[in-house]
């Protein structure tokens, strides 16, 4: 048998330096150059024992590395790692592994992993021989708490750096698939990145909240210098950011060059912030930002220049943006707007809705004032028509939005009218208290016993018979429907007829014409 078939190997790892899941080179070592400041390479020694027929061997040989994902069989991790010239001496050898990354980026992620060996001896001669059986690669002790599914923890003394320490080129964390995909309980900042060169923060597919911060004693979330998003969260299936408890802000954001906070798909709240010290979110410097806060002892939400909208909310599930209980200060306030202070559109119910009075400085354009009534009659109501009250009575049942029920029919010739109906109404349980109930506008005509939208000023399309000019005064014809005031000659002087006025009349119709047109209603 040949010298090389009856080499056999007793490999073992002397100094597994693999500390930080053998992502970095050991500093230090007997005949390793020791320089200041420079960065770990991905590199780790390996030595081992070689033994011939019982004898140490002693010579130069040639070595192949190849790392498995499985002791026997398995996949091959990475390309094969050829080291020729090594000094062998009594036996023992040493190596350097992986020093350009030859085993690739997701080498050692917390997978088990074994070293297959090949050699020949002396250096340059034949074919290379297989030392079994392959060697596992054991983790150095502290390594572990990085692996896959570990808790990493520690305390941090006050005024240090923060457990988790973040200046980045790129994207300052990622989190791609997990469920909670980070959950802090802090005495201070509770997570901080500062120079990200893109996202300072980026999750993916949370099963439950993309960011939860319980309890920090300073900001919530803090994100400086983001070269893109400062907070990028996408498809969470709960909450998208959900900060508890902040002493100081909710969620601090600072000069990014996108969005502040961008989230997208949540399965519940965009961002949910409950009790923060100062602001419950604070933005500065941003292109374009969006979000909502709870009870924060500042203010709610605080935007400063901003270069595009200071809150834009696409496609809200529930509300755009709730406040409640704004105790000493504006529940939202928008200064020095360059276009519309707060645009809403596209809402499935209502744009805005107050619980309270409201002032406005200024002019309302196209404002309508409009009621809810019953329809008690015998037929539906339908858009256009005017409608007089039959009975007012207390609300039946707990419509919010709903003070006083007036009961309406069609109104007929010398009735007083209670104004237009505009469509239907419907009944819609809020979203946050099922037991609490709001009559929504909806289009279409209102059947009997069903609520109508009834509006008793403004501009509004109206039922009409003719003949009308632009500018005639109308009051009813009959069962709902509008005509001219008429009037008389009297010894020369025009009298109008004295009976009630609904309105007048912007566009005119022929006689014996019956359509919609457009009145501003001004009941007298």
Known sequence: ??????????????TACIALILTMRAIGQEGAPSVPGAALTTGFTYQGYLEENGSSVDETCDFQFILWDSEVGGAQVGATQTTTGVSVTDGRFTVSLNEANEFGDTAFTGQARWLEIWVRCPAGSGNYTPLNPRQELASAPYALSLRPGAVISGTVPTGSSGILTLNSNDVGLRIISIDDSISVSSGDKAISVSSAGDDGFYVNSAGNDGIQVGNAGQDGLEASVSGRYGVFIANSGDDGVRINNAGDNGVEIGTTVSDGIFIDNPGDDAIDINSPGGDGIFICNTGNVSGCAVDA?????????TDDDAMHIISAGTDGTEVDLAIAGDGLQVDDSGFNGVEINGVADWEGYFFGDINVTGSCTGCLLATFALNVGDRPLQPGELVAIRAIQAPSGTIENLSVQFEVVPAGTGETVLGIVAGRAEMVADDDDAARILLVPREGPAAVGEYAHIVIYGLVQVQVTG?????????????????????????????AE????????LEGLVEGETRLIWVLVNIQ
């Open 498 to 505: 004295n009976t009630p006025v609904m309105g007048t009349a």
């Open 467 to 495: 003949p009308i000019e632009p500018g005639q005064k109308l009051t009813v014809a009959s069962d709902g429907v509008a005509r001219a005031l008429q009037t008389v000659l009297v010894e020369g002087i025009e009298i």
């Open 297 to 305: 002892g500042n203010h709610g939400i605080e935007i400063g220049k």
């Open 1 to 14: 048998m040949s010298r090389k078939q009856l080499l056999s190997v007793y490999s073992f790892i002397l």
